[in-house]
């Protein structure tokens, strides 16, 4: 309880010593679902959630599942909802390098170049052509901040990260939609090289 006063003290101080900080959001390895693969892989119509995310009608899933590549596996990989109209598995760099897969650096559902995996579930398993990617670095949030940033969909920033690992990081992707919530999302590498956590702050560099 004394850490949740904390946390939320520190989101409102943060914002109003430096206008344009974000709270970061770092992702580890996770799996989007469709409708149908939820139901080959789990035998399921609807994800049971594990607990919400930041992103309003997001959540993690109380859903595993293992990822095969050429070279290794990962167990337990995390299922994130809602479902999606196509699956896709979100990984590092370094995962990929374990997998022997390679996957492209591209946004989230576009997966026109993303490199095939194999997902396994309790009830089944699936083989995808097209579904591994490394995410590219983005930011969240709702048209109303973005109109208060004087920022617009798919523009780039530069974000500046504090601390005795920090520094200035380029090509964060602006990405806007009705009811999210401003927030920096980084990769399990980006945040270990930088040393950030969820619930820590960077500040976009905005000319």
Not at 99 to 126: F, N, T
Not at 127 to 135: F, G, H, Q, S
Not at 140 to 166: C, I, N
Request: hydrophobic share 45%; with cysteine; aromatic share 4%.
């Amino acid at each position: 309880m004394i850490e949740q006063i904390i946390q939320q003290v520190i989101a409102r101080l943060v914002p109003a010593l430096d206008p344009n900080a974000v709270v970061i959001g770092v992702s580890n390895r996770h799996v989007h679902l469709s409708q149908a693969d939820l139901m080959t892989l789990f035998g399921l119509t609807e994800m049971p959630v594990f607990r919400p995310v930041r992103q309003p009608g997001e959540f993690a899933a109380d859903l595993k599942v293992d990822l095969y590549g050429p070279k290794a596996s990962f167990k337990d990989v995390r299922v994130m909802g809602p479902c999606r109209a196509q699956s896709q598995a979100e990984l590092s760099k370094t995962d990929c390098r374990a997998l022997g897969l390679q996957a492209p650096i591209v946004q989230s559902g576009h997966l026109e170049r993303a490199a095939p995996i194999e997902i396994a579930g309790p009830k089944g398993r699936i083989e995808l052509e097209r579904a591994a990617l490394v995410a590219a670095r983005h930011i969240h949030m709702g048209p109303s901040h973005a109109e208060a940033w004087g920022l617009r969909d798919q523009d780039t920033v530069k974000v500046r990260f504090g601390g005795v690992r920090g520094g200035v990081m380029d090509n964060f992707i602006i990405r806007v939609k009705e009811a999210w919530a401003p927030e920096i999302h980084l990769d399990i590498d980006e945040a270990n090289a930088l040393d950030v956590a969820s619930g820590d702050f960077g500040a976009m560099v905005l000319d």
